[in-house]
């Protein structure tokens, strides 16, 4: 039975993919955690891996950062390139460059300005946004 809807295993739907279930439950402070951004408004990719106590970021032809959030949480004082630290920024530079290729991201990041810039253009003359959400009546829009 599944511990977190309660459904059982013969009853559940076929799913592609993986439960994320085990990383909701296992405290695992040593897993890295990765994020990625690079969408609109920003022309390089960003990317971070966490890892314990340490926060890598990789800003695509702008630099790296790296923190101590243990003895600095508030982020305020950049480790990078500090020879103290460097083995750990290699471990997680070398992390972070096995699970994305921010040379690719930023080449197709910039090949799709051009097409951003004419979307944004049309949606400003129009006055819709980009995050634009109709209202809808719930109540009427879903099988129950």
Not at 63 to 80: K, N, S
Request: a negative charge; aromatic letters at 10%; one cysteine or more.
């Amino acid at each position: 039975m599944s511990r977190l809807a309660g459904v059982p295993a013969d009853e559940r739907a076929p799913l592609d993919g993986a439960s994320v279930l085990p990383l909701l439950t296992v405290e695992d402070e040593e897993r890295p955690a990765f994020s990625e951004y690079h969408l609109e408004k920003v022309w390089a990719p960003c990317f971070m891996v966490r890892r314990g106590r340490f926060k890598y970021l990789h800003f695509h032809g702008h630099g790296v950062q790296l923190f101590d959030l243990e003895a600095d949480p508030g982020e305020w004082h950049d480790l990078a390139g500090t020879p103290g630290y460097a083995h750990i920024e290699e471990e997680l530079r070398s992390l972070l460059l096995d699970r994305f290729d921010p040379e690719q991201l930023a080449t197709d990041g910039a090949a799709s300005i051009p097409r951003r810039q004419i979307v944004a253009a049309a949606l400003a003359r129009n006055g819709i946004r980009w995050d634009y959400s109709p209202v809808v009546d719930g109540t009427r829009r879903y099988v129950r």
